[in-house]
T-cell receptor, first 115, second 115 residues
Framework: GNSVTQMEGPVTLSEEAFLTINCTYTATGYPSLFWYVQYPGEGLQLLLKATKADDKGSNKGFEATYRKETTSFHLEKGSVQVSDSAVYFCALSSDRGSTLGRLYFGRGTQLTVWP | DGGITQSPKYLFRKEGQNVTLSCEQNLNHDAMYWYRQDPGQGLRLIYYSQIVNDFQKGDIAEGYSVSREKKESFPLTVTSAQKNPTAFYLC??????????????FGPGTRLTVL
């Protein structure tokens, strides 16, 4: 089946620290992979995506590389800011069968950045 | 501006009453989705619709109902059969599964509190 496991939170960092949030997945076929971000009281916003193995998604200083050999899509940022404080969700999109089109989400990782 | 609107942002209801949450999109997307979000549990899929006049149950459909009479609209009814309806409800849409990967766009959410 399809599932996503991501690093348990909360994660607390000082401003300008390096961020890694781990994400691994289980899927049949060749899923697309996503990172979404949710600010307090709001819906989810797409942060970045990768649609095939070895693709690197990037946006706003965040990066993640689709690693098929390790079934991973870890989120990284070299220098976090207070404004990056939010909940981050890893997700995969099924590409086949009765689950075609569905997104499967991890449980989310709360990030808090202190000045 | 293209996007997804959900109304109202906050909703209060008495126990035993049915309540309908609105979701409208002007992105011309074929597929629409309803998720429920509870603290620490990520997003769980309630219902989804790949095309007008058709919808499928997600992972937690019991106690909920939907309709898809128009492409732009996908209202969710929380019935009195739903045992624990207090939650944050998110609506999303996507171009459709035939587009290949299935990036979803989210509305701002409705926080339902049952008293």
């Amino acid at each position: 089946g399809n599932s996503v496991t991501q690093m348990e939170g909360p994660v607390t960092l000082s401003e300008e620290a390096f961020l890694t949030i781990n994400c691994t997945y289980t899927a049949t076929g060749y899923p697309s992979l996503f990172w979404y971000v949710q600010y307090p009281g709001e819906g989810l916003q797409l942060l970045l995506k990768a649609t095939k193995a070895d693709d690197k998604g990037s946006n706003k200083g965040f990066e993640a590389t689709y690693r098929k050999e390790t079934t991973s899509f870890h989120l990284e940022k070299g220098s976090v800011q207070v404004s990056d404080s939010a909940v981050y969700f890893c997700a995969l999109s099924s590409d086949r069968g009765s689950t075609l089109g569905r997104l499967y989400f991890g449980r989310g990782t709360q990030l808090t950045v202190w000045p | 501006d293209g996007g997804i609107t959900q109304s109202p942002k906050y909703l209060f209801r008495k126990e035993g009453q049915n309540v309908t949450l609105s979701c409208e999109q002007n992105l011309n997307h074929d597929a629409m989705y309803w998720y429920r979000q509870d603290p620490g549990q990520g997003l769980r899929l309630i219902y989804y619709s790949q095309i007008v006049n058709d919808f499928q149950k997600g992972d937690i459909a019991e106690g909920y109902s939907v309709s898809r009479e128009k492409k732009e609209s996908f209202p969710l009814t929380v019935t009195s059969a739903q045992k624990n309806p207090t939650a944050f409800y998110l609506c999303a849409s996507s171009i459709g599964s035939l587009a290949g990967y299935n990036e979803q766009f989210f509305g701002p959410g409705t926080r339902l509190t049952v008293l």
